[in-house]
Nanobody
């Protein structure tokens, strides 16, 4: 079992940067693929990025590729999402999640409570 808590969200101007963190509890963090998802008002939750257990492989949604970077520190049981060149359309509640399979999986077993990111124009 993995429990996840996000932090680092907030309000930022367009063009700015934020770094989200997701702290995990549980002894199995290093064996879990980690991902970030987001949900805007009136839209379904969508995939943002994922990272393999070792951190050697990553996968990104096309809308964030080149602007966002996912990373993890297994010694700290934490996954990060560095978000640069933010746009108003990045405004959403961001969720971190854990999966037992691979970085292309659509099935995630563990979810955080979500954190708000708002980008003003």
């Amino acid at each position: 079992q993995v429990q996840l808590v996000e932090s680092g969200g907030g309000l930022v101007q367009a063009g700015g940067s934020l770094r989200l963190s997701c702290a995990a509890s549980g002894r199995t963090f290093s064996s879990v693929v980690m991902g970030w998802f987001r949900q805007s008002p009136g839209k379904e939750r969508g995939f943002v990025a994922s990272i393999s257990q070792s951190g050697s492989s990553t996968n990104y949604a096309g809308s964030v590729k080149g602007r966002f970077t996912i990373s993890r520190d297994n010694a700290k049981n934490t996954v990060y999402l560095q978000m640069n060149s933010l746009k108003p359309e990045d405004t959403a509640v961001y969720y971190c999640a854990g999966a037992s399979s691979n970085i292309y999986s659509k099935q995630y077993d563990y979810w955080g409570q979500g954190i708000q990111v708002t980008v003003s124009s």
